[in-house]
């Protein structure tokens, strides 16, 4: 079986194809040859967009992997049409994405850029940086991660308000509940801007906002003239800003913290990743079974 890799991350496929070699399967780069497109069994890929013109020409694919849990880079409709299997890889990074996660939401929380380098006493300093504290957290999206850090909130005494397909709980009641709003949702159709106008209204005057799921979760316009307003008391972002995004101009802003999508990297996640991605595609591709639902 022939492994086409459209794009990664990493310099060297060594670990690729030591998990290839396993199954006899070869993987090459697409740009070494794009000839083998065509007669690819298995493509594999981070942030090319897999789209149905792409998915046209895979003739002899049986799936399209992604080094990465969230399915947004492929036509899912037009990959169910050509009878390609879409996957991703759950669960490789919870420790780390957690804990990133929750670095940023308490960063902002206890204003530590703020805090960094004052002196005088403790009276002194919280006349100067109010810390109000969080006692509630509404926590959106209940995947692998969602649920990690509402038991982390949980362990440290915050009321954790939960929002999923499968609670009961509506998002606007959470949002105007919480000094600390959390996504961990897929980027879909419905989630696309889930967080505008409207919703930062319903949210709590000064709650924090920390997204470390998909940039597009959020209306950027809206986000930032919360910024602007006072209104949205901090924003945690784990996410490439484009350089035309509203938000880049609170770069610095000690209220905003924007690490650059690296919450799911460890040297120890990365090979995890990489390995799973290529051990699950073939497994895929070797016993054909109805096609997942998006990974989430």
Same mark, same amino acid.
């Given at each position: %079986?022939?492994?086409?890799?459209?794009? @990664?991350?990493?310099?060297?496929?060594?670990?690729?194809?030591?998990?290839?070699?396993?199954?006899?399967a070869? =993987?090459v780069?697409?740009e070494?040859?794009? #000839?083998?497109?065509? #007669?690819?069994?298995? =493509? +594999?890929?981070?942030?090319?967009?897999?789209?149905?013109?792409? !998915?046209?020409?895979?003739?002899?694919?049986?799936v399209?992997?992604?080094?990465?849990t969230?399915?947004?880079?492929?036509? $899912?409709?037009?990959?169910?049409? +050509?009878?390609?299997?879409?996957?991703?890889?759950?669960?490789?990074? !919870?420790?780390?994405?957690?804990?990133?996660?929750?670095g940023?939401?308490?960063?902002?929380?206890?204003?530590?850029?703020?805090?960094?380098?004052?002196?005088?006493?403790?009276?002194?300093?919280?006349?100067?940086?109010?810390?109000?504290?969080?006692?509630?957290?509404?926590?959106?999206?209940?995947? #692998?991660?969602?649920?990690?850090?509402?038991?982390? &909130?949980?362990a %440290?005494?915050?009321?954790?308000?939960?929002?999923?397909?499968?609670? #009961? &709980?509506?998002?606007?009641?959470?949002?105007?509940?919480?000094?600390?709003?959390?996504?961990?949702?897929?980027?879909?159709?419905?989630?696309?801007g889930l967080?505008?106008?409207?919703?930062?209204?319903v949210?709590?005057?000064?709650?924090? $906002?920390?997204?470390t799921?998909?940039?597009?979760?959020?209306?950027?316009?809206?986000?930032?003239?919360?910024?602007?307003?006072g209104? $949205?008391g901090?924003?945690?972002?784990?996410?490439?800003?484009?350089?035309?995004?509203? &938000?880049?101009?609170?770069?610095?802003?000690?209220?905003?913290l924007?690490?650059?999508?690296?919450?799911?990297?460890?040297?120890? @996640?990365?090979r995890?990743l990489?390995?799973?991605? !290529?051990?699950?595609?073939?497994?895929?591709?070797?016993?054909?079974?109805?096609?997942?639902?998006?990974?989430?």
């Open positions: %079986m022939l492994v086409v890799v459209l794009d @990664s991350l990493f310099e060297s496929l060594d670990v690729e194809r030591e998990v290839a070699a396993r199954y006899g070869q =993987v780069r697409l070494d040859d794009p #000839s083998l497109l065509a #007669s690819a069994d298995v =493509v +594999a890929h981070v942030r090319t967009r897999v789209d149905e013109a792409l !998915i046209a020409t895979l003739s002899s694919c049986r399209i992997a992604r080094f990465g969230g399915l947004d880079t492929v036509d $899912l409709d037009a990959a169910a049409r +050509a009878g390609i299997a879409v996957v991703g890889v759950r669960d490789y990074c !919870i420790p780390e994405l957690t804990a990133h996660t929750l940023l939401a308490f960063a902002l929380v206890r204003r530590l850029r703020r805090l960094d380098g004052l002196d005088g006493g403790w009276d002194d300093v919280v006349r100067t940086v109010p810390l109000p504290g969080v006692r509630t957290a509404a926590v959106v999206g209940l995947g #692998s991660i969602g649920r990690a850090v509402a038991a982390a &909130l949980v %440290m005494g915050v009321e954790v308000l939960a929002v999923s397909r499968t609670t #009961s &709980l509506p998002l606007d009641d959470a949002l105007a509940a919480a000094d600390l709003v959390l996504l961990h949702l897929a980027l879909t159709p419905e989630t696309a967080v505008d106008d409207g919703r930062l209204e949210m709590r005057p000064g709650a924090i $906002l920390v997204d799921a998909r940039l597009g979760l959020l209306d950027e316009a809206a986000v930032a003239g919360a910024l602007e307003s209104r $949205l901090g924003l945690g972002l784990d996410a490439r800003l484009a350089p035309d995004s509203p &938000l880049v101009r609170f770069r610095g802003d000690p209220r905003v924007v690490t650059p999508h690296v919450g799911w990297y460890s040297e120890a @996640s990365a995890v990489r390995e799973r991605t !290529i051990a699950d595609a073939l497994e895929r591709a070797l016993h054909p079974r109805p096609q997942e639902a998006s990974v989430t």
